[in-house]
């Protein structure tokens, strides 16, 4: 399922001829860039510092956050074709058992939203589940729950925690696109799963 | 050298959802525009894009940036039928009230005004939030863009029920389902890259 099929369309089950493939082609370049996109982030031709393993193993954190099955099954493959150890998979899925929320949680700077704030877990990866990560991915997972489950909690200084961590500037903008880009793509899937009655 | 977070300098902060124009300050260095290579700014597909500060940062992974920008334009402007453009609008405008990007909410909400011509609709979604009562059709499109904004996704048969009650068709409610699903990517890049600047209304509480 890594090769070149389009991956919505894989993990939504669309046949082709199907109602849901007529409806995807008359969006062509939503189909065909969504996939794209999958493709700059998980088969990237200049990979830069961000290395395949921890592409996938953040992928594989998120998908378990939204509580997606399928999804995080097709990035835990991707993760183990990666030749990451089975160790890292273990403790990939740990942590996203661990981590589990509910958002959009968060704050609003002081004023007349404040009384919006919703107050919900800050997540810490824990000693065992680190030494196993590695500081830069255990880093990386503290940053992609802040963006899946309260967003708008994100700073500065948590920025500042991913470059003291290794996290280059660029690689904290793949990085976000590879959180981004998942919390699009998982809702893609459950809506066409949905409306297509599955 | 190693890499240095931005601390943007005072400024003025909104501090309601508005329809007002604002600035996006950038806590991460974004390329300098006479230093990137051809991909880079190739990657903007917009050439005007070379003015945001947002834009060159993302361009620092071009390819991804890239799909990124040809994604959202297929989604929001494509004219062969479905849901009409102001209601894209408005599915973005209300996922991002939700996930509280001030910055989104503000130029969606703006384009959710101009294309439907219903100002006080939209700006009753920006001032009592997702649960204002904005009639069946819209409150069904904003029902169905906040259940699939939550995380876990809570969007079910429900929504797309009361959705084709309203008069959508299917390729109308698949573009609920990327309107919303793509703002659950925009408002993260805007909310955890930067921060929303101005207007100045809005420091007078007048938003």
Known sequence: MRGTADVIDALVGIAPGSPLDAIRARRPEARSQAQATYHALFAPEAPGAVSGQERFAIARFVAGLHGDAAVAAFYAEGLAASAAPAALGEAVDAASADAAAQGPYGHYPAGPLSRENVIGPTYRVDAKTRAALGLRLAAAFEHAHVLVFHPRDATPDALKALLDAGWTTTDVVTLSQIVAFLSFQIRVVAGLSTLSGR | ????????????????????????????????????????????????????????????????????TRTDKDIFYNPDAGLPRAERELAAAATSRFNGCVYCASVHSRHAATYSRREADVQRLLDEGVTADLGERWSAIVAASVALTTTPITFGSEHVDRLRRTGLDDLAIADVIHAAAFFNWANRLMLSLGEPAGPAEAERGKS
């Not at chain 2, 400024?11 to 309601?16: K, M, N, T, V």
């Not at chain 2, 003015?51 to 060159?56: E, G, I, T």
């Open chain 2, 1 to 68: 050298m190693p890499d240095t977070i931005l601390i943007p300098p005072d400024h003025a902060a909104p501090r309601a959802f508005t329809r007002a124009q604002l600035e996006w300050l950038p806590w991460l260095e974004p390329l300098a525009a006479e230093a990137m290579t051809e991909r880079q700014v190739a990657s903007l597909v917009d050439a005007a894009r070379m003015k945001s500060p947002y834009f060159r940062l993302l361009a620092r992974d071009p390819d991804a940036l890239e799909a990124r």
